[in-house]
């Protein structure tokens, strides 16, 4: 059963730094991987999807990473600003029949001002 | 519509009557989803719609859990006899097809008391 990991669950930092948000997953047989935003009681904002067959994908800001052999994604965002403040989600999609998603419980970020 | 659409946004309910959400996908998406999202549980996958199909219920929690999707495009979620673990909110999500890029609505947030 595949199981998805989020570390830390919580992380604070000040304005203009580089951050780094972890997804561990424990099935390497993955048939993609997409990271979302979650603003307090919203629904979920897609940032990025990563194919089994892609390295990492790279949006403004954002870069996430996939290395299935070792079952990790990182989700860098540089230059953090306030209103990157949200939760972020990582999610396992394990097949290419359904593309049902596998959530991490999330890492819940401030940035200060 | 510009996005997938959910309604109501907020559900209130007596334990033991029966709720219907709606959920209309982004228009030519023909892969869609509902999850479940709980303080407890994270967010889970319920089922999957190609089509009018449902080619993967495995989410449902119970048999008091049924949906339906009409003319490839609007989803009905129906929670029988409804009980307090229930409450949480209900995510709605489309795709172009099935395991690509997921979209999702804003969620509706079920109270039963």
């Known amino acids: 059963k595949q199981e998805v990991t989020q570390i830390p669950a919580a992380l604070s930092v000040p304005e203009g730094e580089n951050l780094v948000l972890n997804c561990s997953f424990t099935?390497?047989?993955?048939?993609?991987l997409q990271w979302f935003r979650q603003d307090p009681g919203k629904g979920l904002t897609s940032l990025l999807l990563?194919?089994?067959?892609?390295r990492e994908q790279t949006s403004g800001r954002l870069n996430a990473s996939l290395d299935k052999s070792s079952g990790r994604s990182t989700l860098y965002i540089a230059a953090s600003q306030p209103g990157d403040s949200a939760t972020y989600l990582c999610a396992v999609g394990g097949s290419s029949n359904t593309g049902k998603l596998i959530f991490g419980q999330g890492t819940t970020l401030q940035v200060k001002p | 519509g510009a996005g997938v659409s959910q309604s109501p946004s907020n559900k209130v309910t007596e334990k033991g009557k029966d709720v219907e959400l709606r959920c209309d996908p982004i228009?030519?998406?023909?892969?869609l989803y509902w999850y479940r999202q709980s303080l407890g549980q994270g967010l889970e996958f319920l089922i999957y719609?190609?089509?009018?199909?449902?080619?993967?219920k495995s989410g449902l929690p119970s048999d008091r859990f049924s949906a339906e999707r009409t003319g490839g495009s609007v989803s009905t979620l129906t929670i029988q006899r409804t009980q307090q673990e229930d409450s949480a909110v209900y995510l709605c999500?489309?795709?172009?097809?099935?395991?690509?890029?997921?979209?999702f609505g804003p969620g509706t947030r079920l109270t039963v008391t």
């Open positions: 099935d390497s047989a993955i048939y993609n």
């Open positions: 719609f190609q089509g009018n199909s449902a080619p993967d």
């Open positions: 990563i194919q089994s067959s892609q």
């Open positions: 228009s030519g998406h023909t892969a």
């Open positions: 999500a489309s795709s172009r097809q099935g395991a690509r890029e997921q979209y």
